[in-house]
Structure formats: structure tokens, C-alpha cells
């Protein structure tokens, strides 16, 4: 049976950090390329980084610099290190691999939410 289990989501503050990660379990983790995507409401899933077998990674322009994806083979487990966390962040984040042969598996997802810092609204007559 195979499991992808993510970890390490939650709330953050602007500019805070992150690390999120997927523990695999029934696949043939090194050999499968291994992602993060992410879901937020009313928008599509998007990518948000991935890393091959060999370790070569790529990531949407939007966390370019921010986020980074690692993956440790003796453990079966993929990381993603948010940083510089944006309230546009917010998300499910999906892990998700892909073997050799096309086939695709899911986690459950991890909710991250990124909370604004606010702005001061004031009303007078």
C-alpha cells in the first residue's frame, strides 16, 4: 500500500518560516520524482517544487529563492523549507510522486496559512 504522509503545516506570520515534509512508504522512493504542489481555495493545483531522482530541482517563479525542496533517500522522505512566507502562500500543500513509468500517487495535503499582519481601519465622523 502506498502512503504519502505530509508533516509540518500550519500557521506562520509574514516573512516567517516553514518546513514542510512527505514520509513515502510502498514506492521505490528513489527512483520517483518527487513534488510539492499546492491548492488554494477556488484556485487550481500548481506546482510548487520538484526534485528528480538525480536531485536536480525546479520550482514556480513565484517561490523562486524562497522556498527550497530536498529529498533524503535513506529516509524516503521528501522536505520543502518555506521561507520568506507570503500570505499568497496560503494553501493545502500536496506531496506527490511519479515513477519512471508514469504512475502518480498523492498525500493528504497540509494546511498553511499565512496570516496578514494586518492594517488598522479607523472610522470617525
Known amino acids: 500500500q502506498v502512503q504519502l504522509v505530509e508533516s509540518g503545516g500550519g500557521l506562520a506570520q509574514p516573512g516567517g518560516s516553514l518546513r514542510l515534509s512527505c514520509a513515502a512508504s510502498?514506492?521505490?522512493?528513489?527512483?520517483?520524482?518527487m513534488g510539492w504542489y499546492r491548492q488554494a481555495p477556488g484556485k487550481e493545483r500548481e506546482l510548487v517544487a520538484r526534485i528528480t531522482p538525480g536531485s536536480s530541482t525546479d520550482s514556480a517563479d513565484s517561490v523562486k529563492g524562497r522556498f527550497t525542496i530536498s529529498r533524503d533517500n535513506s529516509k524516503s522522505t521528501v522536505y520543502l523549507q518555506m521561507n520568506s512566507l507570503k500570505p499568497e502562500d496560503t494553501a493545502v500543500y500536496y506531496c506527490h510522486a511519479r515513477s519512471w513509468a508514469g504512475v502518480e500517487y498523492w498525500g493528504q495535503g497540509t494546511q498553511v496559512t499565512v496570516w496578514g499582519q494586518g492594517t488598522q481601519v479607523t472610522v470617525s465622523s
Open positions: 510502498g514506492i521505490m522512493f528513489s527512483s520517483n520524482v
